[in-house]
């Protein structure tokens, strides 16, 4: 590379385009904090990235494996990420190519010469060219939360003992059959870097001032954490390292503990990094879209609007979600700020568009036009809508304007929701609720639903046409009972489960989330005669 085109780089100038300053990516990062022991709480934090400082490390996307599903996860997800590293690249990051024992292969590759020719860094750090186990005894003491003892294979015996003979058959050992990188992403000679070596890849990252490193590549449970370039040894050392937790997979077994899914196997990995190890991103916060998802992943996509601050459903849906959906769905959060400028915004918003169902906890949000015009969408399409609390009055402001280029849905509570909000009860009145017959289908064993919610009494009465009461509840000193949950069949032939229920107390009955994970499963059942 000339002398003019480091000092571009340098300056965070994108090769090939005007000779502009290349704009920050805007990460949204997700990690776990524990606030008691065992206990987590989700946390996104927003950060403004200089491309030109980030680097891009691929771990291990071999053109072959043993376990033949392990090859075709990585060819389905290979375009995908390729068009993120040609994005990474016009903007000025660095790509790091880690094909780990693939060296050989790209001996003469002027990428391969870019990486051995770095000079030393001058604080290269004692262990780097080391695998890492565990980055610390807090992760030591949590283990895995799957066994992937017996290597992580999830073959079809059958299908696994052919694909063992076609790799030896040309030439390949079938227990390590790679040999290069998988040839659907593209290495640029002029601009990437190719190594395996923990300690020209931190020359790399040195002589490039690259303080943010991005990891995606396989596997998760594996290489990507434990590699001398891997999670660990970035975060150990200090670089700001996330996982990009929709382009990996791992290596695991569904016959093995804890017996679930292959695809939940891979978000239980990716919890774990956020506990112990470091932040996640996803790869539509560079190339704009949803997130990716495998095409073999059977699992409905279930997108939660969060944007509300009384209920602390921040906390309590995320743990919903993961104890009661993750056989079943695949969960994006997209929250907005609490309050100030940014509390209209959902960064990550446009997950609605590959959204099964759309999952809404808000109050009084005025959301940017184009944002509310994808909720609009999902409506429109018929897909189902799951709404708790403030969700009755998300898009409302009560009358008010809304701020120049955002929009309200004021009839969001009577198009879609199916209710009839008009205020609640006293917050010092504490609610009694039951189940009536009709809830049945939605309730543990048809056990009937009884206890006392921490939440005031939202008042919901008149029912409508289209709507289907399931629970009851009421107020000492009040005459009237209101309706608490209901299904609602809308104009637009979708189905919508509500409930005004959803106060932090109600996550502490189990009922309650049997029923609401029952709610989100009826929703995307087909209605009978279709």
């Not at 001996?107 to 980055?135: F, Y």
């Not at 998988?182 to 890849?201: H, P, R, S, V």
């Not at 459903?313 to 919903?320: A, D, K, S, Y």
């Not at 609640?424 to 049945?440: C, D, I, M, P």
């Amino acid at each position: 590379m000339s002398r003019v085109r480091h000092l571009f780089a340098a300056l965070g100038f994108c090769a090939g385009a005007s000779l502009l300053p290349a704009e920050d990516y805007e990460m949204r990062l997700s990690k776990r904090v524990e606030e008691k022991p065992g206990q987590f709480r989700m946390v996104e934090s927003v950060e403004k990235w200089n491309p030109v400082e980030t680097a891009v490390i691929v771990c291990d996307m071999w053109d072959l494996h043993h376990c033949k599903n392990a090859v075709d996860r990585a060819v389905q997800m290979a375009p995908r990420m390729n068009a993120l590293l040609k994005a990474a690249r016009k903007r000025g990051s660095l790509i790091v190519h880690a094909p780990s024992s693939c060296m050989e292969f790209y001996r003469d590759h002027p990428a391969r010469r870019r990486a051995q020719s770095a000079p030393r860094a001058g604080n290269v750090p004692e262990g780097i060219d080391q695998w890492l186990t565990w980055i610390d005894e807090r992760e030591k003491k949590a283990g895995y939360p799957i066994d992937h003892s017996d290597g992580g294979e999830d073959d079809d015996p059958q299908e696994h003992a052919a694909w063992a003979a076609k790799l030896k058959d040309m030439g390949r050992n079938p227990r390590a059959p790679w040999t290069r990188q998988l040839d659907l992403l593209e290495i640029d000679g002029e601009k990437d870097a190719i190594t395996d070596n923990g300690t020209e890849n931190w020359n790399l990252l040195e002589q490039h001032g690259v303080k943010n490193v991005i990891l995606l590549g396989v596997h998760t449970n594996m290489c990507v954490l434990g590699r001398p370039f891997g999670l660990r040894q970035m975060a150990r050392n200090g670089k700001n390292v996330v996982l990009m937790r929709d382009l990996t997979d791992t290596m695991y077994n569904p016959e093995m503990e804890p017996k679930v899914s292959h695809f939940q196997g891979t978000d239980l990995i990716v919890e774990h990094i956020e506990k112990y190890v470091c932040p996640t991103v996803t790869s539509d916060q560079i190339l704009g879209g949803a997130p990716y998802r495998f095409k073999t992943d059977p699992r409905r996509h279930i997108v939660f609007l969060v944007g509300e601050r009384e209920y602390r459903t921040r906390e309590t849906l995320p743990v919903f979600a993961a104890r009661y959906l993750s056989s079943g769905f695949r969960s994006t959060f997209v929250y907005a700020d609490p309050e100030g400028e940014e509390r209209n915004r959902f960064r990550g918003i446009e997950a609605v568009k590959d959204a099964d169902v759309l999952f809404v906890s808000v109050r009084r949000r005025a959301l940017p036009e184009k944002d509310l015009k994808l909720i609009r969408e999902h409506v429109q399409a018929g897909k189902p809508v799951v709404g708790i609390r403030t969700a009755s009055h998300a898009f409302s402001l009560r009358g008010k304007p809304a701020p120049d280029g955002h929009a309200v849905w004021e009839k969001w509570d009577a198009e879609v929701i199916g209710g009839s909000y008009s205020g609640h009860h006293g917050n010092k009145f504490k609610t009694r609720v039951w189940s009536l017959e009709k809830a049945a289908p939605f309730l543990g064993n048809g056990t009937p639903l009884r206890f006392e919610s921490g939440g005031s009494l939202y008042i919901n009465t008149p029912t409508r046409p289209g709507q289907k009461v399931l629970l009851m509840g009421e107020v000492e000193g009040v005459d009237r009972a209101e309706p608490l949950a209901w299904t609602f069949s809308r104009s637009d032939g979708g189905r919508t489960f509500y409930t005004s229920l959803g106060h932090v107390s109600d996550f502490e009955q189990a009922g309650f989330n049997e029923m609401l994970a029952r709610a989100v499963a009826w929703c995307v059942e087909k209605p009978e005669g279709q």
